[in-house]
């Protein structure tokens, strides 16, 4: 799912490593633990920070793309474009998949006190991830996430691994809750630091084929020592079982946070 946490940083979430998340979901699939099906509606990672507890059916595989405009209450501040928000996942067994997350270009532009404009592009460098789907049951269900976040510290490639418990819970046929906890590792250019998430929302059906959620979240790390934290909502279409359109946006609290709007497409394949 795509999601700002400050300047450069969005849903996007927090794991320790794919190889350890993939093997302890091997070692689990022998303990007897529940699993789920195919729903019979695609259920996309996109839009909002929480990834969701959905792992693809063995052989199929989901392309979410979309793109997403960012904003600070501080008229001096970057404003930027990102495009495009891009994940691709692909079911490799029953409850386990793996994904490739990649934020595109940030396209900036500030503005600057005189009225004059400044712009820039980056690109930004892909994200590896694993999901396993550790229970599923009646009303409720917890996937375990892994995450490889690529970075460029002066020059210099960084991997930063990150661990997630992912969760929903069904309230009634018509209102779920769900959220994320997460932590992992931050390069930052004076060494490595620790970075913690949290976020929480509901959801629920419009009509049959549109359904609406709320979402908040936050982050704190050891280098900046600040907690940030902002609020999302957004409307998903169904045009049939396998096609989703979005759109969402988000509050920012403070001056570092940003506030967003954007759109995006889902299709299972």
């Given at each position: 799912?795509?999601?700002?946490?400050h300047e450069k940083n969005r849903k996007k979430g927090l794991s320790k490593s794919i190889i350890a998340t993939v093997l302890l979901s091997f070692?689990?699939?022998?303990?007897?633990?529940?699993?789920?099906?195919?729903?019979?509606?695609?259920?996309?990672?996109?839009?909002?920070?929480?990834?969701?507890?959905?792992?693809?059916?063995?052989?199929?595989?989901?392309?979410?793309?979309?793109?997403?405009?960012?904003?600070?209450?501080?008229?001096?501040?970057?404003?930027?474009?990102?495009?495009?928000?891009?994940?691709?996942?692909?079911?490799?067994?029953?409850?386990?998949?793996?994904?490739?997350?990649?934020?595109?270009?940030?396209?900036?532009?500030?503005?600057?006190?005189?009225?004059?404009?400044?712009?820039?592009?980056?690109?930004?460098?892909?994200?590896?991830?694993?999901?396993?789907?550790?229970?599923?049951?009646?009303?409720?269900?917890?996937?375990?996430?892994?995450?490889?976040?690529?970075?460029?510290?002066?020059?210099?490639?960084?991997?930063?691994?990150?661990?997630?418990?992912?969760?929903d819970y069904s309230l009634t046929d018509n209102l779920g809750l769900f959220g994320m906890a997460q932590a992992g590792t931050l390069s930052t250019?004076?060494?490595?630091?620790?970075?913690?998430?949290?976020?929480?929302?509901i959801g629920f059906p419009v009509s049959e084929k549109i359904e609406a959620f709320a979402e908040y979240y936050n982050r704190y790390d050891t280098?900046?020592?600040?907690?940030?934290?902002?609020?999302?909502?957004?409307?998903?279409?169904?045009?049939?079982?396998?096609?989703?359109?979005?759109?969402?946006?988000?509050?920012?609290?403070?001056?570092?946070?940003?506030?967003?709007?954007?759109?995006?497409?889902?299709?299972?394949?």
């Open positions: 799912m795509d999601r700002p946490l070692l689990a699939q022998g303990t007897g633990l529940l699993y789920a099906t195919q729903p019979e509606r695609l259920a996309a990672d996109r839009p909002g920070f929480a990834w969701g507890t959905h792992t693809v059916t063995p052989g199929n595989f989901y392309l979410e793309t979309g793109f997403m405009y960012s904003f600070f209450s501080d008229p001096i501040s970057y404003n930027y474009s990102t495009v495009p928000v891009f994940n691709f996942r692909m079911g490799i067994v029953d409850n386990i998949e793996l994904f490739v997350s990649w934020n595109g270009w940030d396209i900036y532009h500030q503005q600057s006190s005189e009225d004059t404009n400044m712009s820039s592009n980056e690109l930004n460098l892909p994200l590896l991830g694993a999901k396993y789907r550790l229970i599923a049951a009646e009303n409720y269900t917890i996937t375990l996430l892994g995450l490889l976040e690529s970075n460029d510290i002066n020059n210099s490639f960084k991997v930063d691994p990150s661990l997630a418990m992912l969760w250019y004076s060494g490595n630091e620790m970075a913690y998430s949290f976020s929480a929302g280098f900046s020592k600040k907690l940030f934290h902002g609020n999302e909502a957004g409307i998903l279409f169904f045009l049939n079982e396998d096609t989703q359109l979005d759109v969402f946006g988000g509050y920012g609290h403070g001056n570092h946070m940003p506030h967003y709007l954007g759109a995006g497409f889902s299709r299972r394949l």
